[in-house]
């Protein structure tokens, strides 16, 4: 697929046909190249063989149709999954996959058990938000956030990722906003880092999941590498470089992140650092084979201790469970 450069597979034109080309493929959202009036005949029929604008996707809708998954099939057959959440207020959300699958292994998602396949290119990162422009295009709507939650760990595909940040942002294309972009990463330190000095400043997700060292290590093997306060204290360091409340999350599992004395733990860890600088979100654990999301109960306790603490907490309303579309549900089975 050549998309993003199609001189590579199409050499000796000029630059004007090159931009035409790349107009037609990620604005005029075309599917076939007999609706590009503005090329020559024979130049159509050329492309229609050299370079189809086919995504291979199979498209699920959920019953409230609030939310669509697509599983996309790979020119090297592999699968990654995308989804589109449609929120009540007029956001259309692409959740987009960095990666074929995860290397970072935490217990309690399923990406994370399939091991890591490959890195995306930029390019397949942003198939997955073109084929839900062209979805939305059919019914006069356009994609207005992005957020890297979905196969994969964003900050250890780094370069594709930036790419696709661009192409994101950039007006002529997608034109969505840099505080409508969001990367959620289980904690690279040197990439939170790094992506505190790029030009382009997107909204960072912290996936937190424990208050203490010990249980985030037994649920997320990154803890052993970049422990829970040197990643907490980069986190910071990224609010005050950027100005942006950077978001904890931190999924509430049964009988194992989700006790009162937990929330106090979490609730504490912020305040010594600084409580303006963060938002907690807590995200009901959607249920696999080894672990149960916590009861409404234990959400509601857990999430009042935190706000009482004087800590914005929000809660992550569940898309697409019936689909298996929600987070950490990304496994790409083939049903
Ligand atoms: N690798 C990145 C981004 C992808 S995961 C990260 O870990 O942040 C997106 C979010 O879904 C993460 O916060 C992840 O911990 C969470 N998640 C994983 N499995 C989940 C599950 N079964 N239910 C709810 N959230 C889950
Ligand atoms: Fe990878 Fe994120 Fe899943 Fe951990 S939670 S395995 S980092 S996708």
Request: proline share 4%; with cysteine.
């Amino acid at each position: 697929m050549n998309f993003l450069s199609p001189q590579s597979i199409l050499p000796n034109l000029p630059n004007f046909r090159y931009q035409q080309i790349i107009n037609w493929i990620w604005c005029g959202l075309l599917t076939d190249w007999s609706g590009a009036k503005n090329l020559p005949q024979d130049l159509r029929a050329q492309l229609s063989q050299i370079l189809p604008l086919t995504i291979n996707a199979k498209v699920l809708t959920s019953a409230d149709k609030k939310t669509a998954k697509a599983l996309i099939t790979l020119g090297d057959g592999s699968a990654i999954e995308t989804v589109l959440m449609k929120h009540s207020d007029g956001r259309r959300t692409a959740c987009l996959s960095s990666q074929v699958g995860c290397p970072m292994g935490c217990v309690f998602c399923s990406t994370g058990t399939m091991g890591l396949k490959r890195n995306l290119t930029a390019e397949e990162i942003l198939l997955q938000a073109l084929l839900w422009q062209r979805e939305l295009a059919k019914v006069g709507e356009k994609l207005s956030n992005a957020v890297f939650m979905g196969m994969g760990e964003p900050l250890l595909n780094y370069a594709a990722v930036m790419e696709a940040i661009k192409i994101l942002h950039e007006p002529k294309i997608f034109n969505i906003g840099s505080h409508h972009i969001s990367i959620s990463t289980c904690g690279i330190l040197p990439a939170m880092k790094k992506l505190g000095q790029e030009r382009i400043k997107v909204n960072l997700a912290l996936s937190l999941h424990a208050p203490d060292d010990k249980l985030r290590t037994q649920l997320m093997p990154v803890n052993k590498t970049y422990r829970l306060k040197p990643v907490l204290a980069e986190a910071l360091k990224y609010y005050k470089l950027t100005g942006r409340q950077v978001m904890l999350e931190y999924v509430l599992i049964k009988n194992v992140n989700d006790a009162p004395e937990q929330a106090h733990h979490l609730a504490d860890l912020i305040k010594d650092l600084d409580q303006t600088a963060f938002i907690v979100n807590l995200i009901p654990y959607n249920d696999t084979k080894i672990f149960k999301s916590s009861t409404g109960e234990a959400i509601k306790k857990f999430k009042e201790i935190v706000s009482r603490a004087g800590i914005k907490t929000v809660q992550r309303y569940r898309f697409g469970a019936n689909i298996k579309a929600a987070c950490g549900q990304l496994a790409s089975r083939k049903s």
